[in-house]
């Protein structure tokens, strides 16, 4: 398969031209940017004040190169392990809630990575866009300000969960994911990285920042979720979900318990127990791939406790709100 499928002739070597340029930049930078421990990769890479993997630095390359901005696209956007693969079956299954029956849903038979593609991974002109419907779902995990600026016409849902929680999350998936030819990456020695913002797609408080200050600015285009609210009020979200997507629930709706049944259906234990998620691997861009069980860990609020010290969680609360101080953003230093 040619990597743009949408180009023919000489459009094609002209963007092969631009895409050797992509490849040279991103040579350059490999060797000129500031380098920090990697979690997964041995180095991460501060560009533009947020620190990337090699892959994932690419993308974003193409990302700013190729991306066709449209006002009707939907942009799920989080830093990792915040609850995005519970975001993404919550937002296809409620735009998509007329495709399909909650007793033979698409979610049933595909794990909920398939369900919409993320801009970050490294094939993105591999992928032909132009046959997504609109509203057009993609995910993220790049901080506001990496992306690109014809973007601030599209819709975002961020979904950010507790640092603390987070930083677990993070190191026990990517533990898994860490090359074999590196040695392991100790919890002890992830929550000083994490602390000095040194972390895929971090600092976790500018990424988080990126999308507050953003949503300040833009109310109407920005959906502010927290992982925690979610878990303790499920249908106030979904029906916030489905107002901001442009689908609200209807009385009609109502009365058949929809909201319940897509609670129900994107639930972690539901997802968790489907056979589809129990094996085999999702793969981003050309070489990640990840054992689908791996997104399914706990799923619970506070699994923190379990891990870190009382002075550790002083650390991370004390770095929080001093980073947050004077923004408007509470409730994550408990
Ligand atoms: P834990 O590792 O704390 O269990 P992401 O999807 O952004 O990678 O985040 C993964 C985290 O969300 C993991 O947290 C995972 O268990 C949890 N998770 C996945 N699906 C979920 C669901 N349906 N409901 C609640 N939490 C879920």
Known sequence: MSIFPSLTGSEYEEDEVQYNQICEKHKH?????????????????NYNGFW???????????????????????????????????????????????RYSFSNHYLHNNSPQSTFPYLDAESYPMTDFTTFSAPRLFAT???????PA???????VYVCRDPKDVLVSKWHFMSKLRSKDLPPLSFDEAFELFCLGV???????????????????????????R????????????????????????????????????????SFENLRNLEINKKGVDKFGKLVEVEKQGFFRKGEIGDWKN????????????????????????????
């Open 199 to 225: 972390s895929e797609f971090g600092p976790f408080w500018e990424h988080v920042l990126s999308y507050w200050r953003a949503s300040l600015e833009s109310p109407d285009k920005i959906l502010f979720l």
């Open 141 to 147: 995990h790049f901080a506001r300000t990496l992306l």
């Open 150 to 156: 014809c973007m601030s016409s599209c819709k975002f």
């Open 227 to 266: 992982y925690e609210e979610l878990k303790k009020q499920p249908e106030v979200v979904v029906r916030k979900l489905a107002d901001f997507m442009g689908k609200p629930i209807t009385m009609e709706e109502e009365k058949k318990g929809v909201v319940g049944e897509i609670i129900k259906l994107c």
């Open 307 to 334: 891990h870190l010290s009382e002075e550790m969680k002083d650390r991370i609360n004390g770095i929080i709100e001093q980073k947050f101080l004077g923004s408007g953003l509470i409730g994550f230093s408990e």
């Open 29 to 45: 930078l490999l060797e000129t940017l500031p380098k920090g421990r990697g979690w997964r990769t041995q180095h991460l890479y």
């Open 52 to 98: 990337l993997g090699p892959m994932t630095l690419n993308a974003n390359l193409l990302l700013h190169t190729y991306f066709k901005c449209e006002p009707t696209n939907i942009i799920l956007a989080s830093f990792m392990k915040s609850g995005t693969t519970w975001l993404k079956a919550l937002m296809f299954s409620t735009l998509n809630r007329d």
